[in-house]
Every structure is written in C-alpha cells, then in structure tokens.
C-alpha cells in the first residue's frame, strides 16, 4: 500500500518538477525596483501665490442680514436658484479624517466638514423628510482644484479644510472663519524628529495646493519638500521611508495618525490655518447667506454637537467656536 503511495506521489510531483530528478532548478529572474512614489509626487522649490499679498484683516467676511427661513429664499438671489435646482452643489474631501472622509464600511462621506455642508443645505431646503432625495451633492475635490471649482461654477461652496488667505481672497470669496487649525508635524515614533528645527535637511511632505507647503517652504533652514495630491499618499510616502515627515493642519494630522500607530504629531505649531467656506467671489449674496447659517450655529449649538461627533479626538474639551469677524 505504502509503496502504491509512493509511486503516485511521484506520479504528481513528476508533473510538476519531476520526482528523483536531479535536473537544475529554472533560472532566476531579475525583477527591476519598482517606483512606488504616489502619482505626482514631486519635490517642490516654489508655490504660485507664495508671496505675502495684504488685505488686511484675511478672516474678515460680509455681514450676515435677517436669515431666511428654509423654503423661503429671496426671490433672484443665488439660494434660490439653488433651490430651484433642488440640489446645493459642494466640493469636499474623501481623504482627510475626521474633516471628509469616505466611510468604508458603507461608502459614504462623512465628517466634520460633510455635516457642516449638510447643514447649509438644511438651512436651504429644510429638514429633509423620510424618502425625500438628498438635496446636498458631495463633490470629491482636490486641495488643488478647489479655486477653479468655485470659480467655473462646478461647485456653489467649497467645504474642506480650505484656510482663508488673502492670495485667495484675490480670486474666491470665504465665509468667516469656522474653525482654527495649528500646523505640525506628524513623524515615526522614534525618528528623532520633535520639532521644526530637526526637519532640516529631512524630507518632508505635503499636499498640492495648500497653505502647509508654503509654510514650509519659508522655513529657515529650509527642509526639501515633496509634494502630493492626497493626504493619504503623504502617510504611504512616509510609512514606506520616502520622506521623513509629513506637515500639515493638526486635525488632518491626527487623522492619519490614527490610521497608523507607528507615527506621532509633534512638536509646536508653525502656522495658525483659519478654515472658511469657499463661495464664487461675485456670490457675494451667498457669502452673507452662509456666514448667517454659521451664526446660527454658533448660537444654538450646533457647532459643538457637530464638533463632539467628528472632532472630539482632537481635546479632551469642545472649544468655543471661532468668534466671526466682518469688514462692513
């Protein structure tokens, strides 16, 4: 019996490699290095807007007046095309947790920022009822993108950690502001880097189109700066050894750290990153529109109940929310 098993054994394996063989295993095969840098990752010297544009008070708005009610738009105003439409149309982010991020257990966007645009379409429509469709469009916008959006009509508002700064007030109009994020820095436990001081010479990485790479460019020594799409693609870079540090708004920080434990935000702030809300610069009705919508919630809660669901890791506490400033 043994010997029957023996011999169709060796009937298999002979199929395969031949059984007693002694003929040379195949030769190997040289498999190049592959280039598993994100696409469009490049090393950055300068950012178009780099320059210190003044315009006074950057996180100055337009006064709110009397806030229509839900359902209610002015007739000829900007909400009521909107309404007419029977979508409010906003570009956001799926990469930066807890701000906008796609759920991957159900595929939704959620965050703080996608509860913010939530709630300006509610202020638009009104409480939606069961069955009704959703009347908030969520388009996935690159940091990159979002002045073209606003300003070839692809989005009414831009919500996604979009900080106000006079450079963009050229060409877009913002909201007040509705949060305050810090600059860090996130690196790998143990990687010695604690600090601004110890980024020179490292690599360091941060995404297209944001204030972070400007900021780091204006540090003295300056560190070599990479460049990427997505904020996701900055945390691959770094887990894989191809930059040592990432830099950027602490909430967008905290949420990668939480996706790996190996790494850690450290060191003090280098830039204070007021967020606003993106509007069309001739919108200026919508601008007074939704800085009224962001009063009301600072005035009924809102703010906070919005930001215990999404940004509680970021304190132990809930802020205040930032206090609004107006230029009229």
Avoid: H
């Amino acid at each position: 019996m043994r010997a029957r098993v023996a011999t169709a054994l060796c009937v298999l394996v002979l199929a395969v490699a031949g059984c007693g063989s002694s003929s040379a295993p195949p030769p190997s095969v040289a498999i190049p290095p592959i280039d598993a840098q994100p696409s469009g990752a490049q090393e950055v010297t300068t950012t178009p807007g780099a320059a210190n544009a003044d315009c006074g008070d950057r996180e100055a708005s337009l006064r709110p007046g009397p806030l229509p009610a839900p359902g209610a738009m002015p007739p000829g105003s900007t909400m009521a095309a909107i309404a007419e439409r029977g979508r409010l149309i906003v570009g956001v982010d799926q990469n930066s947790y807890p701000f906008g991020y796609r759920n991957p257990a159900t595929g939704q966007l959620e965050g703080f920022d996608i509860d913010v645009a939530r709630e300006m379409a509610r202020s638009i429509f009104g409480d939606p009822k069961p069955g009704d469709p959703d009347r908030v469009d969520l388009r996935v916008v690159e940091a990159g993108q979002r002045e073209s959006a606003l300003v070839n009509g692809e989005v009414d508002l831009v919500v996604r950690t979009y900080s106000i700064t006079c450079e963009r007030k050229k060409t877009v109009a913002f909201s007040t502001t509705y949060f305050n994020a810090m600059q860090r820095i996130l690196a790998v436990k143990g990687s010695g880097i604690d600090s601004v001081a110890q980024l020179a010479g490292k690599r360091v990485c941060a995404a297209t189109g944001t204030t972070s790479l400007t900021a780091l460019l204006r540090l003295s020594p300056r560190p070599t700066v990479m460049s990427v799409t997505s904020w996701t693609d900055c945390l691959v870079m770094l887990q894989q050894g191809q930059v040592d540090a990432i830099s950027t708004d602490d909430g967008v920080l905290a949420g990668l750290a939480r996706q790996d434990p190996n790494v850690e935000m450290v060191g003090d702030s280098i830039a204070v990153e007021p967020y606003g809300i993106g509007v069309k610069k001739e919108n200026t009705d919508l601008v007074r529109f939704v800085n009224g919508v962001l009063d009301r919630m600072r005035d009924d809660g809102t703010w906070k109940r919005l930001y215990d669901a999404n940004l509680r890791s970021l304190g132990p506490t809930t802020p205040d929310p930032p206090s609004p400033r107006y230029q009229d």
